[in-house]
C-alpha cells in the first residue's frame, strides 16, 4: 500500500468524506460543551473524552514514525470542549507530516510498538482510520442517546 493511499484513508477518516458515513470533523462540527461532557449511556465514555483519545492514538503514532518507544497514553481525562478538537486537528496533521517524510520502505517495517506482533507500519497506519471509523461510530450513537435519531451528523 502506498503512501498517498494511506494518507488518503487517513484524511477522509479526519476531514473527508469516507464510503461509511460521516468524517469525524462532520461529526463533532456541531457538539456543544455540554454535550461532550455528557454520558448518556452509563459507563460509557463522552465525546469529549472520545476525540482525546482519538487525538492520543494519531499522536502516539506520529512518535512511532519517529522511531519513539510506545507510551502510556491512551484515555486521557480532556480538557474543556472545543480543546479535545485542536488536539485532534494537531495530532492528525503530525501524523500526516510524518508519514509524509518516511521513507516509502519504512511501510513494511514491522511496528515493534504494536501489541499484535507482526503487524507492519502500514497496517498500524489504517488502522488508525479504522480507529478513527470505530469511535466515530461511537459518536454518532452518543448524539443519537443526547439528541434523537435524526442527529448523527452536523446539521
Known amino acids: 500500500m502506498s503512501k498517498a493511499t494511506i494518507s488518503g484513508c487517513l484524511q477522509r477518516s479526519v476531514a473527508g468524506s469516507p464510503w461509511h458515513g460521516y468524517s469525524l470533523n462532520t461529526l463533532v462540527a456541531d ?10 449511556i452509563p459507563g460509557g465514555h463522552s465525546i469529549a473524552e472520545i476525540v482525546a ?7 502516539e503514532v506520529a512518535s512511532w514514525l519517529t522511531g519513539a518507544a510506545r507510551s502510556d497514553r491512551d484515555w486521557p481525562p480532556p480538557a474543556g470542549w ?13 501524523l ?13 517495517e514491522r511496528a515493534i510498538q504494536a501489541t499484535e ?9 489504517v488502522g488508525v482510520a479504522e480507529h478513527n471509523a470505530y469511535h466515530g461510530g461511537q459518536i454518532g450513537l452518543l448524539k443519537r442517546a443526547l439528541r434523537g435519531p435524526a442527529s448523527a451528523r452536523s446539521s
Open 117 to 125: 506482533p507482526g503487524l507492519s507500519i502500514a497496517d498500524v497506519l
Open 96 to 108: 500526516q507530516a510524518e508519514l509524509a517524510r518516511s521513507p516509502d520502505a519504512r511501510l513494511s
Open 53 to 59: 483519545h482519538i487525538a492520543v492514538w494519531m499522536d
Open 82 to 94: 472545543p480543546q479535545p478538537l485542536a488536539e485532534m486537528a494537531a495530532a492528525h496533521e503530525r
Open 31 to 40: 457538539v456543544t460543551a455540554a454535550e461532550a461532557a455528557a454520558h448518556p
